[in-house]
């Protein structure tokens, strides 16, 4: 089993910057992606990055290229998501997510088995 939470969240300015952390516990060594999701009010769960065990990243959502980045620190169980340039549309709340999906980085959300609980990030002037 494998147990997520993220912390990092919080309000920014239009152009700010913030960065979410993906606190990982249990059998990590058996989880080889790891990505970010976010799900604004009313939206359907929204792919952002994905990051593989070696540290291969993938970008789902064509808003945040260039902006985002996602880093995997393997040794301390930890992904982080750092977000630069934050723009209003990025409003919503992040999830930590865990898995193995057959074919690599995915953007289906039923393809990782593990969750966090999500954290908010308002950007707003």
């Known amino acids: 089993q494998v147990q997520l939470v993220e912390s990092g969240g919080g309000s920014v300015q239009p152009g700010g910057s913030l960065r979410l952390t993906c606190s990982a516990s249990?059998?990590?060594?058996?989880?080889?992606?790891m990505g970010w999701f976010r799900q604004a009010p009313g939206k359907e769960r929204e792919a952002v990055m994905c990051?593989?065990?070696?540290?291969?990243?993938?970008t789902f959502a064509d808003s945040v290229r260039g902006r985002f980045t996602i880093a995997r620190v393997n040794a301390k169980q930890t992904v982080y998501l750092n977000m630069f340039r934050l723009r209003p549309e990025d409003t919503a709340v992040y999830y930590c997510?865990?898995?193995?999906?057959?074919?690599?980085?995915?953007?289906?959300?039923?393809?990782?088995?593990?969750w966090g609980q999500g954290t908010q990030v308002t950007v707003s002037s």
């Open positions: 249990g059998s990590v060594p058996s989880i080889y992606y």
């Open positions: 997510a865990a898995g193995n999906p057959a074919r690599g980085c995915s953007g289906e959300a039923n393809d990782y088995d593990y």
């Open positions: 990051i593989s065990k070696w540290d291969s990243p993938f």
